[in-house]
């Protein structure tokens, strides 16, 4: 069982993402800042792989998703990771395959809480959209702005978006692809708690944390997919908008979105 557990483990060590379990706590930490801690194949396939062993975990009774740096939770999905896929590859493997993690994320027994300092945007944004709490620092900015490159958010954002702060916010945010500012973001109830620093967030998740892990897991668990009953007919939304994502990424604008960012200019965009 110790070479089991030891391999488990071995297989799921990333330098791109740290994790630690204490007192029933499991910690899941973004450990690249350089790049904003912005999402590679890499994490993707680390994520998964640590959700798959935490659902199983009787001693984890609690997650917390944090990110190393002080600039960015998570700065999106690694452009140079899906911006030279076909239309047809980032359809069948980057989207779909992030809504595969996303949605394995979401689905663990335990409660979770995303903890955010500094931006969240767009896969980033999402990612942290997959917790059933968030909470950031006063600091913290929230936005989606895909469409500013030609592209949609891809890993789940519309449906979980709308399902914290109404579908007339949500269009207000993926529509503009302006940032919300933590205050904002809290009063439109996508946060559940804003915070003055990373350590007054940090005790406030410990708290939380300890009053979780006080109650029955059972109990804990079965509320939580109780809960998320209301949300099963999001697939079709999901299905929607994977392909929704394709489509963009076919069109000249889409090419052109990619082109600016790499070049650092504003786009050109034609409508084709």
């Not at 912005?38 to 009774?61: N, P, S, V, W, Y």
């Not at 709308?162 to 503009?176: C, D, L, Y």
């Not at 559940?192 to 007054?200: E, Q």
Request: aromatic share 6%.
């Amino acid at each position: 069982m110790a070479e089991k557990e030891a391999r488990a483990t071995e297989e799921t060590r990333s330098t791109k993402i740290a994790h630690e379990t204490r007192d029933g706590v499991t910690r899941i930490t973004l450990n690249r800042p350089e790049k904003l801690n912005a999402l590679d194949t890499e994490m993707l396939e680390t994520l998964e792989r640590l959700a798959a062993q935490i659902d199983l975990d009787r001693g984890c009774r609690a997650v917390l998703l944090d990110a190393a740096g002080d600039r960015a939770f998570c700065a999106g999905a690694d452009i140079k990771e899906w911006g030279g896929l076909a239309p047809l590859e980032m359809w069948r493997f980057w989207i779909r395959r992030g809504h595969d993690v996303f949605e394995r994320i979401e689905r663990l027994l335990q409660p979770t809480i995303a903890l955010i300092d500094g931006i969240a945007y767009g896969g980033g944004l999402e990612l942290a959209l997959t917790c059933d709490l968030l909470y950031a620092t006063e600091g913290s900015r929230f936005a989606f702005p895909e469409t500013g490159i030609a592209a949609v958010p891809g890993w789940g954002g519309t449906m979980r978006l709308a399902e914290r702060v109404g579908i007339a916010r949500a269009k207000q945010m993926v529509f503009t692809g302006e940032p919300l500012s933590a205050p904002v973001a809290a009063d439109w109830g996508l946060l559940n708690g804003v915070y003055p620093d990373r350590s007054a967030m940090n005790d406030a998740a410990s708290a939380v944390c300890a009053r979780i892990t006080a109650n029955a897991p059972v109990a804990v668990a079965a509320v939580k997919q109780a809960l998320r009953t209301h949300q099963q007919s999001r697939w079709t939304g999901g299905v929607l908008e994977s392909l929704a994502g394709g489509l963009s990424a076919l069109t000249a604008d889409g090419a052109e979105g990619i082109a600016s960012f790499r070049e650092k200019r504003p786009p050109n965009y034609r409508g084709t």
